[in-house]
């Protein structure tokens, strides 16, 4: 007979204590400690090595969540794993952000508690019990390790840069965000599962900040921060880049309005004034060479179309990257669809010059309205979640 199939049998093997090992196989960890990773592997064995020691009498599992590393992480990490069932690794294919990374291995996890720390080394371990006992105390729904508390530091792994960076976006976290956790941009902290399970679909899954974002989507936190001293790196570098530093933004902009203007409208809105720029510029190039004005004007919207949806594809969309066959094809549609938006832009614009007839109300109201559209329809259409 297949055992499985009957619970019973099951639960009368575990409570008759017969087989405590297996019994034990069919329970989750109490603590999930998720570890984002991107080329880090080099520093795999030794974070496991330093989790089993610091984590003693703690029933614990680590996930990895890899996106793919080129320097065979995931390899590494499934090595450790078919000797030691607390180790599992996600590889994810075609995806990139450490926000989402985080929070696939979170929703994985069916532990009370869930961790998150970086898989550099950077983050101090020794620091897990502490954050975990808090936890069990049950006042707690999300203890924070803080580089900007009482003997809490970054100076270790941070450049001077990346230091007045990070304290300049940990004032404007608390400025426009009013959130009063001293380390926001913290990658290290523990909170309870549960909390993650309820915003989930909300949070962004971009750019580095995940903590600031669950903390701002879920109401009546109760948070506790504790100090570390953030290291420096041992193998490996960094994987914050400018894209980041714009991402953090835009997330600022979103919870500061309610999550009313999205960081992706920024972005397309950034994209689109580069590409009136290009646009005029190619106009004027070509006007100037002594071609027709339709002529030229035809080019010019060409090139800023194509420019907008190259730029929008690398950064915009860069979660939903379209890549070649798919490349040409999206061009396709973004053209269709920018070719619409421009009609409905002179439509109204026209029906407003008519009733007001000031010029710029006009312009803008065109402006406005044919970004809109673009926004909407490419990202329901050309850059829709496949
Ligand atoms: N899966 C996945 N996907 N992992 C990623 C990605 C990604 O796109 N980008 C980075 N990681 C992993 C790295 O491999 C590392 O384990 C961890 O995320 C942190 O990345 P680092 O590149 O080392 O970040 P950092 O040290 O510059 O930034 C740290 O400090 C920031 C505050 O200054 C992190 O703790 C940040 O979370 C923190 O905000
Ligand atoms: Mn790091």
């Keep these: 007979m ?3 199939a009957n619970p019973t049998h099951i639960e009368a093997t575990g409570m008759a204590g017969d087989s405590p090992a297996s019994a034990r196989g069919h ?3 109490e603590l999930t400690i998720v570890v984002p990773t991107l080329n880090e592997r080099a520093n795999i064995a030794l974070l496991v090595d330093r989790l089993r020691g610091a984590l003693q009498g703690i029933d614990w599992e680590v996930v990895f969540v890899d996106d793919d590393s080129r320097d065979g992480t995931i390899a590494a990490i499934r090595e450790i794993a078919v000797r030691d069932h607390r180790v599992r690794g996600i590889r994810r294919i075609a995806r990139r952000g450490l926000a989402g990374a ?8 069916s532990a009370p508690v869930v961790a998150v720390m970086d898989g550099d080394l950077q983050h101090d371990e020794t620091r897990l019990a ?8 049950g006042e707690t729904d999300i203890v924070i390790a803080s580089r900007y508390q009482d003997e809490g530091s970054a100076s270790g792994g941070l450049s001077r840069l990346r230091s007045s960076g990070s304290r300049l976006a940990t004032r404007l976290a608390q400025l426009l965000l009013k959130t009063p956790i001293g380390d926001p941009m913290s990658g290290f902290f523990m909170l309870r599962r549960e909390i993650v399970d309820q915003v989930a679909p909300r949070l962004s899954r971009q750019g580095f900040k995940i903590l600031l974002d669950i903390v701002a989507s879920s109401p009546a936190m109760r948070i506790r921060e504790i100090p570390y001293v953030f290291g420096p790196r041992l193998h490996g570098q960094s994987k914050l880049d400018s894209t980041v530093v714009l991402e953090y933004a835009g997330l600022l902009v979103a919870k500061a309005s309610g999550d009313v203007i999205s960081t992706r409208f920024l972005a397309f809105g950034l994209v689109g004034s580069a590409g009136v720029v290009v646009h005029l510029a190619t106009l004027h190039a070509l006007l100037s060479r002594g071609l027709p004005f339709v002529a030229a004007q035809t080019a010019a919207m060409f090139t800023a179309m194509a420019f907008n949806y190259s730029l929008n594809n690398a950064f915009t969309y860069r979660d ?3 890549r070649g066959w798919q490349f040409l094809t999206g ?15 002179v439509g109204v614009s026209s029906l407003l010059y008519t009733s007001s007839s000031r010029w710029w109300v006009a312009g803008l109201a065109a402006a406005v ?7 909407v329809t490419n990202s329901a259409i050309t850059w829709r979640a496949r």
């Design 369 to 375: 309205v044919g970004a809109a559209w673009n926004y």
């Design 102 to 109: 985080c929070l696939e291995g979170i929703l994985s996890s």
């Design 331 to 345: 061009f396709g549609m973004f053209a269709a669809l920018c070719s619409v938006g421009v009609v409905a832009g």
């Design 130 to 137: 502490a954050m975990f006992d808090i936890m069990r105390g």
């Design 2 to 4: 297949n055992q499985a």
């Design 320 to 322: 939903l990257r379209r």
């Design 27 to 29: 329970r989750s960890a």
